[in-house]
C-alpha cells in the first residue's frame, strides 16, 4: 500500500511539474523480467503469475507495432504495471481511473509505459483491451521517435479518452482556458478532431485541434502554447503544419473564433487578436 501523505506529495509535484518530469516507479514494483535486451516488464511479487503470458503479449504489440511504422533498428521500452490504483496514482502524481494506461516518458535511456495490474480485474484485464491498450502506448513511444521533436498530425481512433498532453496543456493556461465547465467540453470536443503538436524532449510546448466543417472550410478549434514558450514561433509554425496540412485535402478557407475588442479583458485576449492578424488572418 502508498501511505495517503506520501500520495499528496505526489500530487502536490502537479502544480510545478509536467507528467513527463514527475513520474516515478512505484516503491512496491520491485521485480524486472526482461523479455529481448531492449525491452523489459518492471512488476511486484503480486503480479509474478501473469508475467509469462504478459511477456508474450508485449512482444507481440511491440513487433506488430514496430512492422505498422517500418522501424528500423528496436526501442528500448520498459512497461511498469501498478499491482494497485494508488500505485498509479504514486507514479503519475494524479487520480487514475480504473484501466488507465499511458507512455510518460522516458528514464534511463528507456521509454516508459505504465498499465494498472490485468490482476485488478479492471478493463485491463480482458487480453484484447490490454492489447489493444500496449499497441497504443506503443505507438506514442515510436511516433515520438520519428516526428523528432517536429510537428505531425496525431488523429485519435478511440472516443476513450484524450491525450493526457491535451488536459495538462489547458489546465496550464488558466488565463485562456480557466472555465473547468469549458475546459472538460473542450476535451471532449477535440477526442476526434486531427490534432498538431510541438514537443521537445517529451514535453509538449503547444498544439492545435481542426474542426473540419465542410470539404471546403476548416476552423481551428483550439489552439495552446505553453506561457512561457509565446514569441518563440511555435504558434506560427503550428497553423503552418495546419495549413498545409489542409490544403492539401481540398481546405479554401479556415477561420478561427475569438473575442472582440470589446471584451474587457485587454491583455490576453488582446494578444491573441494580435497573434492571429499577424498570421494573415483578418476580420
Same mark, same amino acid.
Request: include cysteine; charge should be negative.
Given at each position: 500500500?502508498?501511505?495517503?501523505?506520501?500520495?499528496?506529495?505526489?500530487?502536490? /509535484?502537479?502544480? =510545478?511539474?509536467? *507528467?513527463?518530469?514527475?513520474?516515478?516507479?512505484? &516503491?512496491?514494483?520491485?521485480?524486472?523480467?526482461?523479455?529481448?535486451?531492449?525491452?523489459? +516488464?518492471?512488476?511486484?511479487?503480486?503480479?509474478?503469475?501473469?508475467? &509469462?503470458?504478459?511477456?508474450?503479449?508485449?512482444?507481440?504489440?511491440? /513487433?506488430?507495432?514496430?512492422?505498422?511504422?517500418?522501424?528500423?533498428?528496436?526501442?528500448?521500452?520498459?512497461?511498469?504495471?501498478?499491482?494497485?490504483?494508488?500505485?498509479?496514482?504514486?507514479?503519475?502524481?494524479? &487520480?487514475?481511473?480504473?484501466?488507465?494506461?499511458?507512455?510518460?516518458? =522516458?528514464?534511463?535511456?528507456?521509454? +516508459?509505459?505504465?498499465?494498472?495490474?490485468?490482476?485488478?480485474?479492471?478493463?485491463?484485464?480482458?487480453?484484447?483491451?490490454?492489447?489493444?491498450? $500496449?499497441?497504443?502506448?506503443?505507438?506514442?513511444?515510436?511516433?515520438?521517435?520519428?516526428?523528432?521533436?517536429?510537428?505531425?498530425?496525431?488523429?485519435?481512433?478511440?472516443?476513450?479518452?484524450? &491525450?493526457?498532453? /491535451?488536459?495538462?496543456?489547458?489546465?496550464? $493556461?488558466?488565463?485562456?482556458?480557466? +472555465?473547468?465547465?469549458?475546459?472538460?467540453?473542450?476535451?471532449?470536443?477535440?477526442?476526434?478532431?486531427?490534432?498538431?503538436?510541438?514537443?521537445?524532449?517529451?514535453?509538449? *510546448?503547444?498544439?492545435?485541434?481542426?474542426?473540419?466543417?465542410? =470539404?471546403?472550410?476548416?476552423?481551428?478549434?483550439?489552439?495552446?502554447?505553453?506561457?512561457?514558450?509565446?514569441?518563440?514561433? +511555435?504558434?506560427?509554425?503550428?497553423?503552418?503544419?495546419?495549413?498545409?496540412?489542409?490544403?492539401?485535402?481540398?481546405?479554401?478557407?479556415?477561420?478561427?473564433?475569438?473575442?472582440?475588442?470589446?471584451?474587457?479583458?485587454?491583455?490576453?485576449?488582446?494578444? =491573441?487578436?494580435?497573434?492571429? $492578424?499577424?498570421?494573415?488572418?483578418?476580420?
Amino acid at each position: 500500500m502508498i501511505a495517503q501523505s506520501l500520495l499528496e506529495q505526489r500530487f502536490n /509535484l502537479r502544480r =510545478t511539474q509536467y *507528467l513527463c518530469e514527475r513520474f516515478e516507479k512505484s &516503491p512496491n514494483i520491485t521485480e524486472e523480467c526482461f523479455i529481448t535486451n531492449h525491452l523489459s +516488464i518492471c512488476y511486484s511479487d503480486s503480479d509474478v503469475s501473469i508475467i &509469462p503470458e504478459l511477456c508474450s503479449l508485449f512482444l507481440r504489440m511491440y /513487433l506488430f507495432t514496430k512492422n505498422w511504422f517500418d522501424y528500423w533498428g528496436d526501442m528500448a521500452i520498459q512497461l511498469w504495471v501498478a499491482p494497485d490504483p494508488d500505485d498509479l496514482k504514486f507514479m503519475t502524481c494524479m &487520480p487514475c481511473a480504473e484501466g488507465y494506461a499511458c507512455a510518460p516518458g =522516458t528514464r534511463n535511456g528507456a521509454h +516508459i509505459i505504465l498499465i494498472d495490474s490485468p490482476l485488478i480485474g479492471g478493463k485491463n484485464s480482458g487480453k484484447d483491451r490490454l492489447s489493444a491498450v $500496449l499497441a497504443h502506448e506503443i505507438c506514442h513511444h515510436f511516433v515520438t521517435d520519428i516526428s523528432h521533436a517536429t510537428l505531425f498530425t496525431m488523429k485519435r481512433q478511440e472516443n476513450r479518452d484524450v &491525450p493526457m498532453w /491535451l488536459e495538462e496543456g489547458l489546465g496550464s $493556461l488558466p488565463d485562456w482556458f480557466g +472555465i473547468e465547465k469549458a475546459l472538460v467540453q473542450y476535451l471532449r470536443d477535440i477526442e476526434n478532431m486531427p490534432t498538431f503538436h510541438a514537443s521537445v524532449n517529451d514535453k509538449i *510546448l503547444g498544439f492545435l485541434s481542426i474542426n473540419r466543417h465542410t =470539404t471546403a472550410s476548416a476552423e481551428i478549434h483550439v489552439m495552446a502554447v505553453l506561457p512561457d514558450k509565446h514569441g518563440q514561433g +511555435i504558434g506560427s509554425a503550428l497553423i503552418k503544419a495546419a495549413e498545409k496540412h489542409l490544403k492539401q485535402d481540398g481546405v479554401k478557407v479556415i477561420e478561427v473564433k475569438t473575442l472582440g475588442e470589446s471584451h474587457p479583458d485587454k491583455r490576453f485576449y488582446g494578444e =491573441t487578436r494580435k497573434f492571429y $492578424l499577424n498570421q494573415n488572418f483578418f476580420h
